[in-house]
């Protein structure tokens, strides 16, 4: 009798843990399929990038030729956000009995970045980036029969990220109408946006 085929991955935007090491077989009782135990893995170290991201983007605003500490404080509260969040999903990831493999740290690819506009617009393009991989995620969950991990990761992960896109819509609007730029020529709309934005103060 044949082996019966490998099953076939869809195209998939989930950041799969390619070297996971499953826990099927070892903690059947939670009942968490594979495929979600390792996109569960897969989105903790997505998470896990953004908050390093973020933290590197914090610091640009610290250095003495930047001295913008309320946009510092902006991109720290954001962080602080992001490595909660991924600790959070690592925890539910331990309740269900699953395994996190963890990954090499990469450069936050962020370091050309010198202006307020643009860390703004790699924010935005992260949390654009992390609901579609979270939408993904539920939908896989809900694929699986998990309606458990689908409404945990639609509450405590998914519902966050719309306030947060809509603040900083209006953050990027005000960053344009003050007259910030994609490099430092646009100094003084930065200093007023760091001064007057009450977003910046979380």
Same mark, same amino acid.
């Given at each position: 009798m044949a082996a019966e085929p490998a099953e076939k991955r869809l195209k998939s935007s989930l950041p799969l843990c390619v070297a996971h090491r499953s826990s099927a077989g070892r903690r059947a009782t939670h009942n968490?399929?594979?495929?979600?135990?390792?996109?569960?893995?897969?989105v903790s170290s997505l998470l896990w990038d953004g908050a390093y991201r973020?933290?590197?983007?914090?610091?640009?605003?610290?250095?003495?030729? =930047?001295? /913008?500490?309320?946009? !510092?404080?902006?991109f720290h509260?954001?962080?602080? @956000?992001?490595? &909660?969040?991924?600790? =959070?999903? /690592?925890?539910?990831? !331990?309740?269900?009995?699953?395994?996190?493999?963890? @990954?090499?740290? &990469?450069k936050p690819g962020c370091e050309a970045v010198c202006a307020v506009l643009p860390a703004l617009e790699l924010l935005l393009l992260q949390l654009k980036e992390e609901v579609e991989v979270l939408v993904e995620l539920n939908q896989l969950a809900r694929n699986h029969r998990d309606p458990h991990t689908a409404s945990v990761?639609?509450?405590?992960?998914?519902?966050?990220?719309?306030?947060?896109?809509?603040?900083?819509?209006?953050?990027?609007t005000?960053?344009?109408?003050?007259?910030?730029?994609?490099?430092?020529?646009?100094?003084?709309?930065e200093y007023i946006l760091n001064e007057l934005q009450e977003e910046l103060t979380g």
């Open positions: 968490l399929q594979a495929a979600v135990e390792e996109a569960l893995c897969g973020l933290q590197a983007l914090a610091s640009v605003f610290e250095r003495d030729d =930047a001295a /913008l500490p309320r946009v !510092a404080s902006f509260q954001e962080a602080l @956000k992001q490595q &909660q969040e991924a600790e =959070a999903m /690592l925890g539910y990831l !331990a309740e269900r009995g699953g395994n996190y493999c963890g @990954k090499d740290v &990469q990761v639609k509450s405590h992960f998914l519902a966050p990220r719309v306030d947060r896109l809509k603040l900083l819509g209006d953050l990027l005000n960053a344009r109408r003050v007259g910030c730029t994609n490099d430092q020529t646009g100094g003084f709309g």
